[in-house]
């Protein structure tokens, strides 16, 4: 069963065409790493699968749920409330972590469960706990996220992420804002993800993490995708000279 | 001795006048502050530029004049007497004093507000987003807590101005403490009046600092 479906999107910002008809199917427990140069697109792509940015055309699909179809060649979205039930469906943790200054650890994890989920706070609690507790990181649950190293305010972007059992979670360059020392526990922590056989979409510039933990790799470049396949065939032997050239450099 | 005692009670009834007109002009300025604020930022032009009309109105035309117009505007204007409007014991020029400090205060706190928002990264509306949050809620639990403490220095600036801006309301003849200092001392041909109100005045920003201080110490943890 497919968790995510993307189907000829397009997507345009003034008269600048960064999406061409991109089309990407991830199954249930798939891993997919997506690369490319920056200005490719991937992370248009990534925040059009994820309701952040609108496309002008083509169909998104995730767990089950239409988020956009097209009609006379225009995209329509589907409406608030069948919205709202979309983005229960899935988590994204970004770049810059983007976690609440003003609330707590405890409070970034629980408070969509229980504002937008309306989960009482005992259970909201109890989910946090068994999160933190998987990122090693339930004395941190009263801190506040500028109290934390980088890596530290990672995990909780994931948790907060996990929080709701989304059926596919999204990262944009998780690692990107890190050094290469906190990279390596985040990408664990992605690593173990992967072996409960979580769902994931992970834009990244991290080629080895990428052969080793993805299950396939696309290589975007130009708005199309150039190139996909097997992980591990992706990066040992490029087809195409664009890949080639892209992956010399790493 | 009797005399100073005679002061302080006379200048204690025009005090409380000025506090009221303090705490009345916060209560209303500050929700039309964050109106304004978002009449500012609105994505429709008409009201984006009817805001922006207003604020420059507001804030390029001396208060004094203002007040002068939301007095005696109605009549004038309109030949709506409000005059002899009394609620209880407050009359009109009370009522005017009050609204027009308010819009006053409204646009440059809508200002300040405005500057607090637009401070806000983009990810943390995007954050929001994707968990669910809906807009109104995005709004009072992600933004607004944080922008209160970005703007609380400049709100602080903005309050400690309006303790001493109730001294205009004197123009419609609103009996605040300067106006019974000014008259205290004109009988008695004393500046001591003057200069006791001169303390009042000061003695009520030492309070605001100390509250605006411990307010903004409280929300200190967090960066």
Redesign the interface.
């Known amino acids: 069963m497919s968790v995510l479906e993307m189907k000829n999107i397009h997507k345009s910002f003034g008269s600048l065409e960064v999406l061409k008809g991109i089309d990407l199917t991830v199954e249930k427990g798939e891993v997919v790493a997506v690369i490319g140069p920056s200005g490719g697109g991937k992370s248009t792509l990534l925040r059009c699968a994820t309701t952040l940015e609108t496309i002008d055309k083509g169909e998104i699909i995730i767990g089950g749920d239409i988020l956009v179809t097209t009609k006379d060649d225009k995209a329509v979205y589907c409406d608030k409330k069948m919205l709202q039930e979309v983005r229960s469906k899935f988590g994204l943790v970004f770049q810059g972590f983007n976690l609440f200054p003003h609330f707590s650890v405890r409070r970034n994890i629980t408070e969509a469960l229980i504002h937008v989920h309306k989960k009482s706070k005992e259970d909201a609690d109890q989910i946090c706990d068994q999160l933190l507790t998987k990122m090693g990181m339930l004395d941190k649950a009263d801190s506040y996220p500028c109290n934390l190293s980088g890596g530290q305010q990672q995990r909780v972007g994931i948790a907060r992420a996990l929080a709701t059992n989304p059926d596919i979670i999204f990262f944009d360059e998780p690692t990107s804002a890190l050094d290469p020392e906190l990279t390596a526990g985040i990408l664990k922590v992605i690593r173990d993800l992967a072996e409960e056989k979580m769902t994931m979409v992970i834009v990244t510039h991290e080629m080895s993490f990428a052969r080793d933990v993805a299950d396939r790799i696309i290589f975007m470049d130009g708005g199309v995708i150039v190139e996909q396949g097997h992980a591990k065939d992706i990066i040992n032997n490029p087809k195409s000279e664009r890949t080639k050239s892209f992956l010399a450099g790493y | 001795m009797d005399k100073l005692i005679s002061i302080l009670t006379q200048l204690g009834s025009g005090f409380l006048t000025s506090i009221a007109l303090f705490f009345l002009t916060l209560i209303f300025s500050i929700p039309l502050g964050l109106l304004v604020a978002k009449g500012r930022m609105s994505k429709n032009i008409v009201i984006s530029s009817l805001v922006r009309f207003y604020i420059s109105v507001m804030r390029g035309t001396p208060l004094m004049l203002q007040l002068l117009l939301v007095y005696f505007g109605p009549y004038y204007l309109f030949n709506i007497n409000l005059r002899n409007l009394k609620l209880g014991p407050i009359d009109y020029r009370n009522i005017a004093a009050v609204i027009g400090f308010s819009l006053n205060y409204a646009a440059y706190f809508g200002e300040i507000f405005r500057s607090g928002i637009q401070s806000m990264?983009k990810?943390?509306y995007?954050?929001?987003?994707?968990?669910?949050?809906s807009k109104t809620?995005t709004y009072f639990?992600?933004i607004l807590?944080?922008v209160v403490?970005r703007v609380l220095p400049a709100v602080t600036n903005e309050i400690i101005t309006l303790v001493k801006d109730t001294s205009l309301a004197q123009a419609i003849s609103v009996i605040e403490m300067f106006t019974v200092a000014k008259q205290i001392s004109a009988a008695q041909a004393s500046v001591i009046p003057l200069f006791v109100a001169g303390v009042f005045y000061y003695v009520f920003n030492g309070l605001v600092e100390i509250v605006m201080n411990r307010i903004e110490k409280k929300m200190n943890?967090?960066?």
């Open positions: 990264s990810g943390q995007e954050a929001a987003t994707v968990l669910g949050f809620q639990r992600i807590p944080q403490k943890y967090y960066q």
